[in-house]
């Protein structure tokens, strides 16, 4: 069956602007992750969604960030007044029992 | 607090020689484990993973890792590298109480022809 998802593949924006991401998991996971890789890093937990319950928001750097995520469907991962240290690859995971599948990711440079 | 520890950042070996690579995790109880590889360009597969029972798990594309409690290790071995398995690969634990992964920083592997 098809895999998690991530439009666009990559992205360029202008230091300032706002850029939206956007996540399709698999279908019938009903929790979705999203993470952040900057170069030479390991991954960095951003947010967590299951099912109908609030959304873990912990790893969110700044108020900049926010997601959504309809039903248990496509999620979107917004930054706001994007700004040069935002420059990372941005992987979304659906996940079903304990394993996480992830996507291809979004490569976002801002310069 | 929860960390996965991944000590060795980039490793080359030669095609056709085996393939250890390390990972360490530091968790109350044992974590569920897991071992990805992210090629070029690309997304996070999974190889292998281990929640319990016999602790030596097999994986995709070759690959092989062994949970030892006494150590709080799970390594990810290979008997004979190919070139196609230049990669980064990173470890990750999920802990009973929580519902993330906790990644290592990465291992990059390198193979000489």
């Known amino acids: 069956g098809a895999g998690v998802s991530q439009s666009p593949s990559n992205k360029v924006t202008e230091k300032g602007k706002d850029v939206e991401l956007r996540c399709d998991p698999i279908s019938g996971h009903t929790a979705l992750y999203w993470y952040r890789q900057r170069l030479g890093q390991g991954l960095e937990f951003l947010i967590y969604f299951q099912g109908n319950s609030a959304p873990d928001k912990s790893g969110l750097p700044s108020d900049r960030f926010s997601a959504e995520r309809t039903g248990e469907s496509v999620s979107t991962l917004t930054i706001q007044r994007t700004q040069q240290e935002d420059s990372a690859v941005y992987l979304c995971?659906?996940?079903?029992?304990?394993?996480?599948?992830f996507g291809p990711g979004t490569r976002l440079l801002v310069l | 607090a929860q960390s996965v520890t991944q000590p060795d950042i980039h490793i080359t070996v030669s095609e056709g020689a085996s393939l250890e690579l390390r990972c360490n995790y530091s968790?109350?109880?044992?974590?569920?484990l897991f071992w990805y590889v992210q090629s070029p360009g690309q997304g996070l597969q999974l190889l292998l993973k281990?929640?319990?029972?016999?602790?030596l798990v097999q994986g995709i594309k070759g690959f092989e890792a062994e949970f030892k409690r006494s150590q709080s290790s799970f390594n990810l071995r290979k008997p004979s590298v190919h070139w196609s398995d230049a990669a980064e690969y990173f470890c990750?634990?999920?802990?009973?109480?929580?519902?993330?992964?906790?990644f290592g920083t990465g291992t990059l592997l390198a193979v000489q022809p």
């Open positions: 995971a659906s996940r079903t029992r304990e394993t996480q599948y």
């Open positions: 990750a634990a999920l802990g009973d109480a929580t519902n993330k992964l906790i």
């Open positions: 968790y109350g109880a044992t974590p569920y």
């Open positions: 281990y929640f319990s029972g016999d602790t």
